[in-house]
């Protein structure tokens, strides 16, 4: 029963959005970035170029509004488009990739809800079309897409929260699946990431689990199935996982936001898909997102971590040896419950797009080169 009332206050604290940002002496906060509105209670966020303008684009799963909002990048650190699409019911996650092969990026959303997922088929030119369900799913709580099989498709692997397992939606062609295998991934299980963790070439999947705080791991065969590993312990309520090579040794690790201990565990692996802590990073209190990027071109993965109570974001630079220092905290009031980084002014230095959970929206943020960010300067496109 404990274990159980961790798990709904965790996912109150995760869905819920609005979390009070108490002010923080000593620190100053930037000018506030312009918000772009997304809808209701948004949870996760997905980039890709869905119009092939070369500059990335956003979409942000509106969880009570039933919708998905689709933002297209006007190149400046703003935005030329904002349409929204329909979903199923409670839309808590997103995902990007090409359903049925016709070259153009299409999108998935998993509807906590409605126990679904929903299909949207890009045209090439940031439009979407379709709102193709699959149903039958039982508290789908994340989405990623997966080449399972090796066969060219991507197919998509669903963590059913209400179930404690992971599913397997096999691509057919067409934009059509069909369900495939289910696997135990411990109680109350969350978001799913895909790695290469034992350097074959073949995907594996990690789970993180809030009624256990662990990440579960699923090690790929190639042929469609998946091989149980060891749990590996992380601290409390494991949310958004980072992949890199923090240490250049060729073999993937991961970053793993910890919730309940405001901080972000390290992971090393060492190509055969095992895992082991090799240290931690304070943050913010009550951190989610996470972004993994080289933020000031010295060729090392570089981390930043939102801390939603706190309302701020940290930076922490890698030195290509697994170890991070930490950059002054970024002050933004806000409830940034996702992060993505990209290019998104063609300047060749990488930005941040930040989900605000409080305001419902996006907020951007200018990369410097070296570390740094600051609100984008207002541009006011003619918008469709």
Known sequence: MRNLRRFVLALLLCLGGLVAIPSVRGQQAPPHPLLEPTGLVPHAIAVGDFNGDGVPDIAVPAAAERKVTVLLSDGKGGFAANHAYSTGVGPSWIEVGDWNGDGKLD?????TGSGSLTLLFGDGAGRFSGGQEITGIHGPASVVAVDVNRDGLPDLAVVQARESRLVIFENLGGGRFRR??????GRAPHIVTKADLNADGIPDLVVGTFARHVLAILLGMGNGSFREAPDVPVGRFPH???????????HQ???VVAAGEDAVYLLQ???TGALKKAG???TGSNPHGIATADLNGDGF???????????DLSVFVGDGKRGFAARP???TDQDIIALAAGDFDRDGKVDLAMVSASHHSVGMLQGDGTGGFSPFVASVPGRE
């Not at 999108?107 to 509807?111: E, G, M, S």
């Not at 495939?180 to 991934?185: N, S």
């Not at 958004?240 to 060729?250: K, L, Q, T």
């Open 107 to 111: 999108l998935v959303t998993a509807n």
């Open 180 to 185: 495939g295998a289910a696997y135990p991934v």
């Open 240 to 250: 958004y996982v980072g992949v890199g090579d923090w240490n250049r040794d060729g």
């Open 253 to 255: 690790d991961l970053a």
């Open 269 to 271: 692996g060492d190509g």
């Open 280 to 282: 931690t990073l304070s």
């Open 301 to 311: 993965a570089d981390l930043v971590v939102s801390a939603r109570s706190q309302g």
């Open 329 to 331: 905290r970024i002050r």
